[in-house]
């Protein structure tokens, strides 16, 4: 049996459905001019439904739901992400403190126990027990006090450019070597302590205090190299102030120098020509004589030079010299 809506025509199965269909449907209910019974609004996109479960077949893909979840979402994850940082930052500061806590507890150990006594207990030529292979120690350096003097690091070494004066600069290696030296050794209540020291002048056998307090060999003292390489810079810098000195003085005394009357600043002109000469020639004899100018062999030149300097005030002549 079939039920037939009067208004619209459309057949339907059931009288229920027959009802529903007049109460719902809205091309019907637009052919008479009437209102649906229900109205199901959705509260987010303000969509309008006549059935209960097309409203709730609609949530389920709602756009308006779907922005908002991302938006939580993204919020959500700031908030972690926030969060992380700031525990991230408390885990850094946690690992400063700790890791400063490690250096005073191994300087407090080199003071109280220290390398001395295994230097004292050590034979010479044997191998201290170390992840450092490169710690060979002799009877000498058994008896070197290490307890407050600082490692020897190019950073500590970079420090003394401060005092690196153009006045030091004009002295050419005694002035660099006298400002390296007193970096190499710290007297403590009459005890002088060094950081790198030579034990064999002929072979250039030395050794350097490194950042775990422990001594590291360095046969040719090849560390010069990188001394030089952090005075280099400043070096250049007071070179190219007198070339361009010199330069300019050049300049004036060529356009005169042919002249039958001189201006009355050649002289001075000349003047500065001639101690400008004088000055970077001396320098660079100071410096890297007896290699050829404008080669390579210069730099080093001033390396072996600046070596063969420094090993005499490192030298550790003997065991009875150290006490």
């Known amino acids: 049996m079939s039920f037939e809506c009067e208004f619209c025509t459309k057949t339907l199965k059931s009288k229920k459905t027959l009802t529903a269909h007049q109460e719902n449907a809205k091309y019907c209910l637009k052919l008479r001019g009437a209102e649906p019974k229900n109205i199901f609004a959705c509260d987010l996109?303000?969509?309008?439904?006549?059935?209960?479960?097309?409203?709730?077949?609609?949530?389920?893909?709602?756009?308006?739901?779907?922005?908002?979840?991302?938006?939580?979402?993204?919020?959500?994850?700031?908030?972690?992400?926030?969060?992380?940082?700031?525990?991230?930052?408390?885990?850094?500061?946690?690992?400063?403190?700790?890791?400063?806590?490690?250096?005073?507890?191994?300087?407090?150990?080199?003071?109280?126990?220290?390398?001395?006594?295994?230097?004292?207990?050590?034979?010479?030529?044997?191998?201290?027990?170390?992840?450092?292979?490169?710690?060979?120690?002799?009877?000498?350096?058994?008896h070197i006090q290490i307890t407050t003097i600082k490692p020897f690091t190019l950073e500590g070494v970079a420090e003394l450019l401060p005092q690196y004066t153009e006045d030091r600069f004009r002295n050419k290696l005694t002035g660099l070597v006298s400002l390296v030296i007193p970096f190499t050794s710290l007297n403590v209540n009459g005890v002088t302590e060094r950081n790198i020291v030579c034990t064999d002048l002929a072979r250039t056998k030395c050794h350097v205090l490194n950042v775990d307090r422990e001594w590291e060999r360095d046969d040719g003292l090849t560390i010069c190299s990188d001394i030089i390489k952090v005075f280099i810079p400043k070096m250049k810098e007071y070179m190219s102030v007198y070339d361009e000195k010199f330069e300019e003085a050049n300049k004036h005394v060529n356009a005169e120098s042919h002249s039958i009357t001189k201006s009355s600043a050649y002289a001075s002109h000349r003047k500065d020509f001639d101690y400008y000469f004088e000055l970077i020639e001396d320098i660079r004899l100071g410096f890297y004589a007896p290699a050829t100018r404008g080669t390579g062999d210069e730099y080093d030149t001033l390396v072996r030079k600046f070596r063969d300097s420094l090993k005499p005030a490192i030298y550790v002549e003997s065991v009875k010299a150290i006490k």
Do not use: M, W
Not at 49 to 68: G, M, N, P, S
Not at 102 to 119: N, P, Q, R, S
Not at 120 to 137: F, G
């Open 45 to 142: 996109c303000n969509k309008h439904f006549v059935l209960d479960h097309h409203l709730k077949t609609h949530l389920k893909t709602c756009k308006q739901i779907k922005t908002d979840d991302y938006e939580q979402k993204y919020i959500l994850q700031q908030k972690d992400l926030a969060d992380t940082k700031k525990l991230l930052k408390e885990c850094n500061k946690i690992i400063t403190e700790r890791d400063k806590e490690i250096v005073t507890l191994k300087e407090a150990l080199a003071f109280e126990k220290g390398k001395i006594d295994v230097y004292q207990n050590s034979k010479p030529s044997t191998i201290v027990n170390t992840t450092n292979k490169n710690c060979a120690i002799n009877s000498k350096l058994s």
